[in-house]
């Protein structure tokens, strides 16, 4: 029977069409949020009378950060305000060397808000010849539709044939068509890639502990691109494209298992509709590699008595987190998932203890070739333990000249929404429908999913939600925990899909717009 004909099968690539139709649509609306003035700015009109050091003291107290004179002949100057709690406010206000304060609401002793638009789509590209840039979501549609197709179809050859052929082929359009650095700001890699001293800076020399894997394939690979000052551009490329062939390797391997079935398929085709997808076409920072296709669903068979496939999945997500801290998100879910199955205390004691021997090899077991095989040794990542990597709660803070927005801020509320959304958040709603005849699923997914939402909510990434975007969607590990669940059933795939391909425009928005960028 043509797959066409197949009963409710039409209707759905119909639906998947629909929400392929949005992503332009959506690039027409124009949105607004109140957001305290940028990170937050004031103005303060000093007195005539004050000298240059008694303002430079003042500023220090008071928290006045980059001031920029606007005003010479009223002694009016613009700052970053890094301390913006109420008392320090109302101290600057009442000080008697302060004539004036803008952005300041003198009453609530609290920084202005002011209706900050976001740009639209179209206002972020400057060339009409650059919205060839957002092929990539295109290409992944198509790709996930595909599939989504083949897994209508009756004959486990023909799924397993289109599913392949259809993988292969996106494979090689993203490592035809990658990201390029001169269009999309991707973290702090062109920085690292500048010149061969800049990269040896940062990767040279010895292994930094939070990507450890990752450091030792940019140092395997770094000397084999000659003495030439491009050597660094091609030693990230040629990881990223590492990157992408791991993850289509996963998506192979996850399917033989399970026989390419209609369930796997779906899985596969929810995958690559995911925005997190897009950046497996060569995006440099490599936070991503801690994702692992392959985690969940073999974590879900390991749960059902196959000890061989949790131990598989513990690996994966040890190998993870080699290649990445964030990893650890995942490795961390795992643990809980196999706690929280189902048997006797006796019983999920033996799982914990596989999932923890396992994920703990996977992730250490490097260290020894690191020392003794290639002679370096192990240094702690310096990010960390300069910069404070948590959101703030109430105020602003300005962290190594990047304005960390204060969670309960309506800056802060605007990145964790976005954040969440481009993850794949919304479909929980969706998984959970599915409980009734994928109860294990559903079970390990509300298990797996606590450490992504925390690390989702409370990390903060240096370069804003935008170049950050790989740490973003490292957290969130369980938007594959999500996509196998809603897997499970035939209407719930179609319902991800759609809100899968919509979170596109949320990912293209933080990436193109300047102002999700720290300052």
């Known amino acids: 029977m043509p797959w066409g004909t197949i009963p409710g099968v039409r209707r759905s690539l119909i639906w998947v069409a629909f929400g392929a139709a949005l992503i332009p649509l959506l690039a027409l609306v124009h949105l607004a949020v109140v957001d305290p003035i940028v990170d937050p700015r004031v103005h303060v009109q000093w007195q005539d009378a004050l000298s240059a050091e008694a303002r430079g003291a003042l500023e220090s107290r008071h928290g006045l950060r980059n001031g920029e004179l606007i005003d010479a002949s009223s002694g009016t100057w613009r700052y970053d305000l890094s301390d913006a709690s109420r008392a320090n406010i109302q101290s600057l206000v009442e000080n008697p060397a302060v004539e004036d304060t803008g952005y300041i609401d003198r009453d609530a002793f609290a920084p202005e808000g002011r209706d900050v638009p976001w740009y639209r789509i179209d206002a972020l590209i400057d060339t009409p010849s650059r919205l060839v840039q957002l092929q990539r979501s295109v290409w992944l549609a198509l790709g996930g539709s ?9 004959n486990e050859r023909r799924r397993r044939n289109i599913a392949v052929a259809a993988l292969i082929a996106l494979a090689i359009i993203a490592l035809a068509y990658p990201f390029e650095p001169s269009f999309i700001t991707m973290g702090g890699s062109a920085d690292h890639e500048r010149s061969r001293a800049d990269f040896e800076h940062w990767f040279a020399g010895r292994i930094r502990f939070e990507k450890h894997l990752t450091n030792a394939i940019l140092l395997t690979l770094y000397p084999q691109f000659g003495p030439g000052e491009a050597a660094p551009a091609h030693t990230l490329a040629a990881v ?19 026989r390419w079935s209609a369930v796997v398929v779906r899985y596969l085709g929810l995958a690559l509709l995911a925005p997190a997808a897009l950046l497996y076409f060569g995006w440099r920072e490599f936070g991503y590699l801690s994702l692992n296709l392959a985690t969940f669903p073999l974590l879900v068979r390991g749960l059902r008595g196959d000890t061989r ?44 203890t596989r999932v923890v021997a396992w994920g703990t090899l996977a992730y250490l077991g490097w260290v020894a070739i690191y020392m003794l095989g ?31 927005a204060a969670l309960l801020s309506p800056t802060g509320a605007r990145d964790v929404l976005m954040s969440a959304w ?18 294990l699923e559903v079970r390990a997914l509300l298990w797996y999913l606590p450490p992504s939402i925390l690390f989702l909510v409370y990390r903060w990434p240096f370069d804003g939600i935008g170049g950050g975007i790989d740490l973003v969607v490292a957290v969130f590990p369980a938007i594959y925990a999500l996509t196998w669940t809603c897997a499970q059933d035939r ?15 949320a990912f293209w928005e933080v990436v193109l717009d300047p102002r999700f960028a720290t300052r």
Request: proline share 3%; charged share 10%.
């Open 146 to 154: 595909v599939l989504l197709w083949a897994a209508g179809g009756a």
């Open 491 to 505: 209407k719930t795939t179609i319902i991800a899909a759609l809100l899968l391909i919509s979170a596109h425009y």
């Open 309 to 352: 496939r949790l131990s598989a999945a513990s690996a994966c997500a040890g190998l993870g987190a080699a290649l990445h801290g964030s990893g650890l998100v995942g490795l961390a879910g795992a643990w809980l998932a196999t706690l929280g199955a189902q048997g006797t205390w006796r019983e999920r004691i033996n799982r914990v």
């Open 240 to 258: 990223a494209r590492g990157a992408t062939l791991w993850f289509v390797a996963l998506a192979l391997v996850i399917g033989a298992l399970e």
């Open 374 to 404: 290639m002679n370096l040794s192990l240094s702690a990542d310096p990010g960390p333990t300069v910069i404070n990597s948590w959101r703030p709660l109430f105020n602003h803070e300005l962290r190594a000249g990047r304005m960390a």
């Open 422 to 439: 481009i993850v794949g958040v919304p479909l929980i709603a969706v998984a959970l429908s599915v409980s009734r005849h994928a109860a």
